[in-house]
């Protein structure tokens, strides 16, 4: 069974720092997880996503240069590490994988970025 389960969201201040954790089971290791989020009244929107094959990773163009994420396959888990966040960072953020025809979610967690 195909789980996928997110942590480490909170309350924070404009220009600090938060890390998120996607831990994931039922699946292999070193399979792609992406990272993705929804504002109130806005679409959901990637955010991250590392690949399966070379640890290959992508950026949206509004978090290049303060996300960072990174995978410990010995723990099957993906980081999200947010620095400089801002108020239009608050969101749910997911972490999505497909896995042999299977679209898989978590329940997300609340980032909430305000002074």
Known sequence: QVQLVESGGGLVQPGGSLRLSCAASGFPSDYSIGW??????????????????????????????????????????VYLQMASLKPEDTATYSCNTLYLGGNYWGQGTQVTVSS
């Open 36 to 77: 993705l989020r929804q504002a109130p009244g806005k679409e959901r929107e990637g955010v991250s996503c590392i690949s399966s094959s070379d640890g290959t990773t992508y950026y949206a163009e509004s978090v290049k240069g303060r996300f960072t994420i990174s995978r410990d396959n010995a723990k099957n888990t």
